[in-house]
């Protein structure tokens, strides 16, 4: 039996910290970004499709793609940025479900938490894929602030949010909040709980009672 988790959050929240502490308990996690970033080499599904709609400007000397390239390109406009979530999603989901499945075959008798980091997981319609979401909370000024200490110019920083879901939006599709506002130590005590919480929803899924959803928290 597996449990399928999507796991998201606004740029810059801490969404990789609480994954790496997810799959430190024992969950199996998925990284859209990586995932991405294998779609775009020479080769992948998302290689062509990226030529066929920016044209060859956004390949570099090396050959490989350049995504800050087509990231200005992306979210240049609200249309902008659909283009292209329309054309490479799909591509993704398609990557997901496909180490889902391979990693689920390897070992068929294991109960598995499955969670997948994605930024726009909930903007691109993905509540229906999952049994649970959680959401990395924390106030939309510590992002920027947090955003601009790893380097990103706030300008790019308050772009990006503009892009995302809202934060009152975000957090009413969530089955379980981590708030991230404090340190380290804290997000670990808030991981550690929603663990705790999935691995009973497992076991609910498993004895076939997993249909109803658990309030929010």
């Not at 030529?51 to 406009?77: C, W």
């Not at 808030?190 to 609910?204: K, N, Q, S």
Request: proline fraction near 3%; include cysteine; aromatic fraction near 4%.
């Amino acid at each position: 039996m597996i449990l399928r988790v999507g796991l998201t959050g606004g740029i810059a929240s801490g969404k990789s910290t609480v994954t790496r502490l997810l799959s430190g308990l024992g969950c199996v996690t998925i990284d859209a970004d990586e995932v991405v970033a294998r779609l775009y080499r020479p080769g992948g599904a998302g290689y062509q499709a990226l030529i066929g709609k920016y044209g060859t400007d956004i390949i570099r000397t090396d050959g490989e793609i350049d995504r800050k390239r087509v990231a200005d390109l992306a979210f240049a406009t609200p249309e902008a940025a659909k283009e292209l979530n329309a054309l490479i999603h799909p591509l993704v989901l398609a990557e997901e479900e496909r180490i889902i499945q391979a990693e689920a075959a390897r070992f068929p008798d294991r109960d598995r938490i499955f969670v997948v980091e994605a930024t726009l997981l909930l903007e691109s319609g993905g509540r229906a894929r999952y049994d649970r979401i959680i959401v990395v909370d924390l106030a939309p000024e510590t992002q920027i602030e947090r955003a601009v200490e790893r380097g990103m110019a706030r300008e790019e920083a308050e772009r990006r949010m503009a892009h995302q879901m809202k934060r009152d939006e975000r957090l009413k599709s969530a089955d379980y909040t981590i708030d991230n506002s404090g340190d380290r130590r804290a997000a670990e005590i808030g991981t550690h709980a929603v663990y705790a919480r999935l691995r009973d929803d497992l076991l609910e899924k498993k004895k076939g009672a997993g249909t109803s959803r658990p309030p929010s928290h």
